[in-house]
């Protein structure tokens, strides 16, 4: 959504209209549950409400709005849906018990629904209220047809991948990502690195990383994972320059510096345009 609460980009949306016309094809009652920005409590500007228009027109029904994601308004919509029916929740992560994975939080959300389709690929791996949380109080739970589309490519892709095979990880910490890495390292001939995660390699590489996102207790194994990269033969990718800020803020002042060059007191943010022309140069050299 732009300033003016004008959708700019409706891909996701679109992607997971199949799901769920498919789901009022059969009769069902549809209640979508969703997320919008990272707000600090109620805030207005990451409301839902504006996907209504357009998800009312993409899926040829009147999709109902509700205020709040869970509460007795909430139930009264949800009983007076009629098969056929869409009911939008308002956004969950205007509760702090979202992220949270709160048990209570997530038995209410579910309270209203019979099962559970997950049809977002792209927060699967968080463990949230709404998208593991309420597993454990709807059965069956089970993937939408994006989820599993998405599932299948990236299956095949790693199970039976055309060589040279290349991968990207990113992230803020190491300590999340060790399991992909090593497995990763088992396969690919490509592994580029990005995210937060760099600067704990970038440490144990004996460079300075100023103010930035370090892992202190990571300094080994990211030593270990390069010298195993190594020893497998694969090229493993690091940035080369980086684009650092003097503190993280809106008005912070920011420059692009050699990843061996960020200064004392500031911190690295992103990765910059040389390791970008170098990432896609390596990519184009790849198949998978």
Not at 19 to 30: P, R, S, W
Not at 46 to 63: A, I, N, T
Not at 256 to 261: E, G, K, Q, R
Request: glycine share 8%; net charge negative.
């Amino acid at each position: 959504l732009d300033d003016a609460q004008k959708i700019t980009d409706d891909t996701r949306i679109r992607a997971s209209i199949p799901t769920i016309k498919f789901l009022l094809e059969k009769g069902a009652k549809v209640i979508l549950a969703s997320h919008l920005g990272r707000p600090k409590g109620v805030t207005p500007k990451f409301s839902l409400k504006p996907l209504v228009p357009r998800l009312s027109e993409l899926l040829g029904v009147e999709v109902v709005m509700a205020n709040d994601c869970i509460g007795e308004e909430v139930e009264k919509l949800a009983a007076a849906l009629p098969e056929g029916g869409v009911l939008l929740l308002e956004n969950v992560r205007f509760y702090k018990e979202e992220e949270k994975n709160d048990p209570e939080f997530a038995k209410k959300l579910a309270s209203v629904a019979d099962l559970y389709v997950n049809d977002a690929f792209g927060t699967a791996h968080r463990a949230h209220a709404s998208t593991e949380g309420v597993t454990k109080f709807l059965r069956p739970s089970v993937a939408g047809f994006l989820m599993q589309k998405e599932l299948d490519y990236l299956v095949g892709a790693v199970a039976n991948p055309k060589k040279p095979f290349a991968a990207i990880v990113g992230g803020s910490k190491v300590s999340s990502k060790i399991g992909v890495i090593e497995s990763l390292l088992a396969k690919v001939d490509i592994l580029i690195l990005g995210g937060g995660m760099i600067f704990t390699f970038y440490k144990a590489q004996g460079k300075a990383v100023g103010k930035s996102l370090v892992e202190e207790d990571k300094l080994e194994l990211a030593t270990s994972l390069i010298e195993t990269a190594k020893a497998k033969g694969v090229s493993l990718l690091l940035p080369t320059d980086v684009v650092v800020a003097d503190k993280f803020a809106p008005d912070a002042e920011s420059k692009t510096v050699s990843a061996d060059a960020i200064p004392d007191g500031w911190m690295g943010l992103d990765v910059g345009p040389d390791s970008i022309k170098t990432f896609s140069e390596a990519l184009d050299t790849t198949k998978t």
